[in-house]
Every structure is written in C-alpha cells, then in structure tokens.
C-alpha cells in the first residue's frame, strides 16, 4: 500500500515536525529550574527551538553557539566555551531512531568546587555530575517526548491513509454501480421494446384467430357438429386469455416506461362497485359463487381515472373467484376512510383527509403473510398448489399496484376472518362535497 510508505520515519525528518512547541518549551523551564542552568534545543538546521535560563543569568543574548559535532556519543559531552575560558557546556545529541534531529545545550556553568577556583560573573557554579545528571534526565524526556509524538503522527496518518483507502474503494464501487446501473437501464430500455413490438405482432394475428373462430361459431362458414363446435370454443377461450395476457404485458410495459396516464374526474364509486359485481356475476355464477356488495354511509366523492379504477376492480375480483372454492361468497366493499395527507415529496402534511376504500373479501385459500409484498410483484404467483390449479399470469396484482400508486393510493391484503383474503385499497385523492 503506497500510504504505509509514508508512514516511515524518513519523513521525521525535523525536530519540531514531531515534538510539541510548547511541550518542549515546559521541559527545557523545568529542567533549567531543576538545576538554575541554562537549557536550550537546538534543531539540526541551528534554529533555537526552546531556551530557558539565559535571559534570567543574563547570557540569552551572547550565549555562543555550541557546535555539536557528527560524532558527538549519544550520552553527550562536556564541551568549552572557546571564548570565555572556564565555562563548559553540556551538550547532547537528539536523535530518534538512529536518525539526528537536532541537540540540547546546557551552560555555561562552571564545573568548579573549589573555593580558589574563579567565579566567574553570571556563570553557576555546578558540580560536573550535576549537569551530566540533568542530560541524561533531559534525554529521556525528549526522547519520550519525540517516541509520543511520532505515535500521533503514525495514528493520524494511518487514519488518513484509512480514510483515503476507504474514500478510494466507495468511489470504485460507486463507478461499478453506476456501470451496473446505466447498462441494467439500457437493457430494461430493450426489454421494453421487444416486449412491446412483440406484443403488438402477437396481437394482430391473435384478433383474427378470435374473429375466425366467433364467425365460425356462429355458423357463417356452414353448419358445426358437436365436437366442431367445442373445437372452435376452446380455440376462442384459449385465444381470450392470450389476448387478456398481452394486453396485461402491454399495460405493465406502458406503465413502467412512465406512459401512464391519469384522467381524473369525479367517480361515482357506488355505481363502480355494482357495476364490477354485475360484470363478474357470470363467471362467479359458473363455480356457484355469489358477488355481493356491501356500501358505507356517505361514501365520499373522489377524483380518479374511473376506467383504471374499474380494472382495478376487475383483476380484485377476478383473483377473489378465480381463489375461492366452488359455493364461496365474495364480497365487494366501499366504505368513507381517513388517509394521512402528503405533498408531492411523500412528507406528511397537516391533518388526515378523507378517503374512500374499496375492498374485495373472499373466502379463497388467503394468502401466507411472507408472501403478501411479493404477490404485488410482476409475474410473482404464490408458490401453491391453488396457483398451479387456477393458472393465471402473475401480472394482475402488479397492475393493480401500479394503477393505484398512480392515483397517490396504497394497496394491501390482510387475511379475512374467514381464512381468506381482504384486498384493501385506499385512495385519498377527495374532493369533498
Ligand atoms: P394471477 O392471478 O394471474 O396469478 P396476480 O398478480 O393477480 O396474478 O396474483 C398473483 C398471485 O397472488 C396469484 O398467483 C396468487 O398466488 C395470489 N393471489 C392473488 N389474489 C388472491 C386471492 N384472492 N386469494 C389467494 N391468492 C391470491
């Protein structure tokens, strides 16, 4: 990883890049009050770092600059001052990991104990021990000073190489998803055409096929015996549900290309209601199952594609007898609700509004409560031996879904008291009377 390389110690390089200004400054106070000497630091480049004690004896000014030699030995040395005889320095090298960094300079103190020995003028008179002892003391301060601040140094690197890694990885990832995204698109865009210009040719022939099978059963190309005449049924029955299944692959086509159109007007839900009911009343009658309707007081009036809300209806209760068992009662509900109110965004505004609610009850098989968001999906059929019985293209319910969405309204199924299901379906979009 390129980053770790910068984490190196070449790149502690200068003394003040690792320790603290003002850490540094309190050790150099401390350890020249410990023992009344001057004390400064000095980085490789000669620039004074900290100093303490010189301006307090009266030398911050003319202290010489105390070479500290290449070869100088790690515990340091004492060194004269070349100008003012008598006068020593300790000096030491600063260094970290095998790397010189810079050196501290103690003195000028002068060594001598003895009483005929000169004083001399603002220079303290300490036992060389004494300053040896503060070096010693001195680098192993700094060297701890300097092993903590280069682990700081270490940790935020390492957490800006981190964070730039991580930076690095999502930005991949997010191209890869984009990639993914644009071509899942272009292949939906395709998808959609085939699906479309396939539906359409399927069609054409398919309406002929219809056609030429009723004037056949009416007996405009001559007489049908018996068996003829069921030929003809099943091929027209076969060729109704081909033409029901395209006509639902063009309408889901149409809608998730964004096609969908919405006339809204007032609807007249009751009249809706009975109207499916009497539509369906034929093909509920064949398996002995009754339609009933069962109205609210007051049911408000709402504005929605009267037509969409029909098919919506439609393929309610069509899955209600195609589900139930023979015998079985389904009943088609409409009823006053109340709907959170939302602007366009989805964001809740102030107070519920009225609703109206359909609701399609059967007393079909129901339909298990892991299953109830994926039915909603296109071409999803519960796993069952029911789905298997009562074919079907798994497209009804996602058309449903698609058309009430369309109208700002929400679907769902609950499990009827009976065992079967409750289709609810909430559209708020009123206009109160
Ligand atoms: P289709 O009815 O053509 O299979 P739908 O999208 O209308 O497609 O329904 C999807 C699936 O949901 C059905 O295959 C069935 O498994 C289940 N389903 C729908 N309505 C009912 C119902 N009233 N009772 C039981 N299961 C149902």
């Keep these: 990883m390129s980053e770790r390389a910068d984490l190196t110690l070449a790149d502690v390089a200068r003394l003040e890049d690792v320790l603290d200004a003002d850490a540094l400054v309190e050790v150099c106070r401390s350890a020249s009050e410990l023992c009344a000497l ?91 021990e004494t300053a040896e002892r503060l070096s010693a003391h001195l680098l192993g301060v700094i060297d701890v000073l300097l092993f903590s601040g280069h682990r700081a ?116 839900a009751c009249a809706l209601v009975h109207e499916v009911a009497k539509t369906l009343a034929p093909q509920a009658a064949k398996k002995q199952i009754s339609v009933e309707v069962e109205l609210g007081d007051e049911l408000p009036s709402i504005e929605a594609d009267a037509v969409r809300i029909r098919q919506v209806l439609l393929n309610l209760v069509e899955n209600a007898v195609k589900f139930s068992p023979a015998g079985a009662r389904v009943v088609i509900g409409a009823r006053a609700t109340t709907a959170p109110s939302q602007d366009e965004m989805g964001l809740a505004l102030m107070g519920p509004r009225r609703a109206l609610e359909l609701v399609v009850t059967d007393d079909g098989p129901g339909i298990p409560e892991s299953q109830r968001e994926r039915i909603f999906d296109a071409f999803y059929q519960v796993d069952g031996s029911s789905t298997r019985t009562h074919g079907g293209t798994g497209l009804g319910l996602s058309i449903v879904k698609r058309l009430v ?11 009827a008291p009976s065992g079967g299901s409750i289709f609810r379906c909430v559209l708020a979009d009123i206009v109160d009377e």
């Design 153 to 268: 140094i270490l940790t935020t690197e390492m957490h800006v190489a981190s964070v730039r890694e991580s930076y690095r990885a999502l930005s991949e990832k997010t191209a890869a998803l984009q990639k993914a995204y644009d071509e899942l698109k272009e292949l939906d865009r395709l998808k959609s055409n085939f699906l479309a210009t396939v539906s359409h040719e399927l069609r054409t022939p398919l309406t002929s096929i219809i056609g030429y099978s009723d004037m056949l059963a009416t007996g405009l190309a001559g007489p049908l015996n018996a068996e003829q005449s069921e030929f003809v049924d099943t091929i027209r029955n076969k060729g109704d549900h081909l033409l029901a299944l395209i006509t639902s692959m063009l309408d889901l086509n149409q809608m998730e290309r964004g096609e969908l159109t919405i006339e809204r007007e007032p609807i007249d």
């Design 405 to 415: 969405e369309a109208h700002g309204g929400e679907v769902w199924v609950d499990s």
């Design 38 to 128: 001057p004390v400064r630091v000095v980085s490789c480049e000669g620039e004074r770092l900290a100093a303490e004690g010189h301006a307090a004896e009266g030398h911050a000014a003319d202290a010489p600059a105390i070479d500290a030699p290449e070869d100088l030995a790690p515990e340091g040395a004492e060194v004269a001052d070349p100008r003012s005889p008598g006068a020593f320095y300790r000096v030491a090298p600063i260094a970290y990991q095998g790397r010189r960094l810079g050196h501290f300079v103690i003195g000028p103190y002068s060594p001598s104990l003895t009483a005929s020995s000169p004083a001399r003028e603002g220079i303290p008179r300490v036992p060389r």
